[in-house]
Structures are given as structure tokens and as C-alpha cells.
């Protein structure tokens, strides 16, 4: 079993800065791409930010040059820098990884969502 564990979210004033934690922990053999998603109240899910096993990232337009995501392999877990945050960016934040389970083949993969870590802007 996977599983995915969120830390860091809280309550800050417009303006300020968080960082986000996801620590991943069970039997798999690699981590391949990680990334952060988020839902505000009454709306979907989306995409904030991944990075891939070699560093690779991507964001949303509406993070861009504020947010900064990275990840040490070594310890299996991913961070999300936050910074200049706006009430726009109260939401619940998702950790989600793809894990490849098993060295041998088949090769088998298994997509893991956190429980979700608060983040509140406050204006």
C-alpha cells in the first residue's frame, strides 16, 4: 500500500508565503511524476503543478512565477513553495503521485492522492 501524507497548510495574510510538503511512504519500486492539485469551495479539482522524476515542471497559468515546485527523489516526497499568495488561492491542496509498483514486468502503476492540506488566504 501508498500513501500520500500533505503538511504545511494553514492560514496567511494576502501577500505571504507557505510551503507545502507531501512525504510519500509503502512498498513501490520508483515515483515517477508528483505534482499539487487544488479545490476551492464549489469548484473542481485542478492542476497547480508537476515535476518529473528528472525535475521537469509545469504549472498553471494563474501560479506562474509565484508558485515553485520541486521534489528530492532521495526521500520520496514533493514541496510547494508558495509565495505572493492571493484569497484566490484558498483552496484544499492535493498531493497526487504515479508510482510504478514492481522492478519486474509486467510493469504495473498506481496513481496516489494525499488526504488534502488546508491553505486559507486571507485578504
Known amino acids: 500500500q501508498v500513501q500520500l501524507v500533505e503538511s504545511g497548510g494553514g492560514l496567511v495574510q494576502a501577500g505571504g508565503s507557505l510551503r507545502l510538503s507531501c512525504a510519500a511512504s509503502?512498498?513501490?519500486?520508483?515515483?515517477?511524476?508528483m505534482g499539487w492539485y487544488r479545490q476551492a469551495p464549489g469548484k473542481q479539482r485542478e492542476l497547480v503543478a508537476t515535476?518529473?522524476?528528472?525535475?521537469?515542471?509545469n504549472y498553471a497559468d494563474s501560479v506562474k512565477g509565484r508558485f515553485t515546485i520541486s521534489r528530492d527523489n532521495a526521500k520520496n516526497m514533493v514541496y510547494l513553495q508558495m509565495n505572493s499568495l492571493k484569497p484566490e488561492d484558498t483552496a484544499v491542496y492535493y498531493c497526487?503521485?504515479?508510482?510504478?509498483?514492481?522492478?519486474?514486468?509486467?510493469?504495473?502503476?498506481?496513481?496516489?492522492w494525499g488526504q488534502g492540506t488546508l491553505v486559507t488566504v486571507s485578504s
Open positions: 515535476i518529473t522524476s528528472g525535475g521537469s515542471t
Open positions: 497526487n503521485a504515479n508510482v510504478r509498483l514492481t522492478s519486474t514486468f509486467p510493469r504495473r502503476y498506481l496513481e496516489v
Open positions: 509503502g512498498t513501490f519500486f520508483s515515483i515517477n511524476d
